[in-house]
């Protein structure tokens, strides 16, 4: 019989290999579809000759002038951070939600809370990651002809440190990304699946997790995304070079509101809801087997 600190150390290890496994299968299915929707967020406007007149012709341009590694822009900053970063998220959801069980809270509100949690822990450990990813995604320059993840992540420790206005920049955008998005995500997805019966045949339950999944997913990213908008604009190129237009994330709302329109706010959520509602499926679906294979096997 295993002893109790055992059995808390092989559930943790669980719960990171299952959310570092979700994670790099999300961000290797699902990154094409980042980099377009970065490119949307970017976009000062509709006077600029560069912008994209929609989806199909982000895809186009993107594929015509930078070949089809450019959709794989930055995604060396992700897939390094990817395991640590839903390892973070799945396990601290966990405890958070095994700390929140022992409050008077309803099952429900506790769910959302430890999502929540988790949401703003992730952002922490990720945002400097995205900070590379974003000025790596926003570069337009052929595949080959832009800088390697690590010379970016210098140039830009070079320019703003470590803080605020390098490596950091953007982090509270980033916390209410995360923070509202895992809350939803995850409240949603556990209430509404214990509020229908799992069936017996695999297909069907397969399908009634990826169902809900999907809607969980789609409704955090059409709720989150002026944070996202946000998030991309302080971490994206500038307007003018030297000069920061975008500081803070309410002042970057505001800015964006004033100059562009409430839709702005809005602007890339067509990639983002289809990267993120089957993509959020694909990393719930993957967490609970990956999690009940290794609870069975190891």
Same mark, same amino acid.
């Given at each position: 019989?295993?002893?109790?600190?055992?059995?808390?150390?092989?559930?943790?290890?669980?719960?990171?290999?299952?959310?570092?496994?979700?994670?790099?299968?999300?961000?290797?299915?699902?990154?094409?579809?980042?980099?377009?929707?970065?490119?949307?967020?970017?976009?000062?406007?509709?006077?600029?000759?560069?912008?994209?007149?929609?989806?199909?012709?982000?895809?186009?341009?993107?594929?015509?002038?930078?070949?089809?590694?450019?959709?794989?822009?930055?995604?060396?900053?992700?897939?390094?951070?990817?395991?640590?970063?839903?390892?973070?998220?799945?396990?601290?959801?966990?405890?958070?939600?095994?700390?929140?069980?022992?409050?008077?809270?309803?099952?429900?509100?506790?769910?959302?809370?430890? $999502?929540?949690?988790?949401?703003?822990?992730?952002?922490?450990?990720?945002?400097p990651f995205e900070v590379v990813k974003v000025s790596l995604q926003a570069n337009r320059d052929a595949f080959k002809e832009q800088p390697s993840s690590f010379a970016q992540a210098r140039?830009?420790?070079?320019?703003?440190?470590?803080?605020?206005?390098?490596?950091?920049? $953007?982090?509270?955008?980033?916390?209410?990304?995360?923070?509202?998005?895992?809350?939803?995500?995850?409240?949603?997805?556990?209430?509404?699946?214990?509020?229908?019966?799992?069936?017996?045949?695999?297909?069907?339950?397969?399908?009634?997790?990826?169902?809900?999944?999907?809607?969980?997913?789609?409704?955090?990213?059409?709720?989150?995304?002026?944070?996202?908008?946000?998030?991309?604009?302080?971490?994206?190129?500038?307007?003018?070079? $030297?000069?920061?237009?975008?500081?803070?994330?309410?002042?970057?709302?505001?800015?964006?509101?004033?100059?562009?329109?409430?839709?702005?706010?809005?602007? /890339?959520?067509?990639?983002?809801?289809?990267?993120?509602?089957?993509?959020?499926?694909?990393?719930?679906?993957?967490?609970?087997?990956?999690? /009940?294979?290794?609870?069975?096997?190891?």
């Amino acid at each position: 019989m295993s002893s109790p600190k055992k059995s808390a150390l092989r559930e943790a290890s669980h719960q990171i290999i299952a959310g570092g496994s979700a994670g790099l299968v999300e961000i290797c299915l699902m990154h094409p579809l980042d980099v377009v929707k970065t490119r949307f967020q970017i976009q000062r406007g509709t006077g600029d000759p560069n912008s994209y007149k929609g989806l199909g012709d982000c895809f186009r341009t993107v594929y015509r002038n930078e070949g089809i590694f450019g959709f794989y822009k930055g995604i060396l900053p992700p897939i390094v951070a990817e395991t640590p970063k839903r390892a973070v998220k799945f396990f601290c959801f966990e405890q958070y939600k095994k700390l929140l069980a022992l409050t008077p809270l309803s099952p429900g509100v506790a769910l959302t809370v430890a $999502g929540l949690g988790s949401g703003l822990t992730e952002a922490v450990v990720v945002n400097p990651f995205e900070v590379v990813k974003v000025s790596l995604q926003a570069n337009r320059d052929a595949f080959k002809e832009q800088p390697s993840s690590f010379a970016q992540a210098r140039k830009v420790i070079n320019a703003g440190g470590f803080g605020l206005n390098g490596l950091n920049r $953007g982090l509270t955008s980033t916390l209410g990304r995360h923070g509202i998005f895992n809350m939803i995500y995850f409240g949603f997805y556990f209430n509404v699946k214990d509020a229908f019966p799992a069936s017996q045949d695999p297909t069907l339950e397969f399908m009634r997790k990826f169902t809900i999944g999907l809607v969980s997913g789609t409704i955090s990213s059409c709720v989150n995304i002026p944070w996202d908008v946000a998030k991309s604009r302080i971490q994206g190129p500038q307007p003018v070079p $030297g000069e920061i237009k975008y500081k803070t994330c309410i002042q970057t709302m505001q800015l964006v509101y004033r100059e562009e329109g409430y839709l702005a706010l809005y602007k /890339g959520l067509v990639p983002k809801i289809m990267r993120l509602g089957p993509g959020g499926a694909v990393m719930l679906l993957v967490y609970e087997y990956v999690s /009940g294979w290794l609870g069975k096997n190891w």
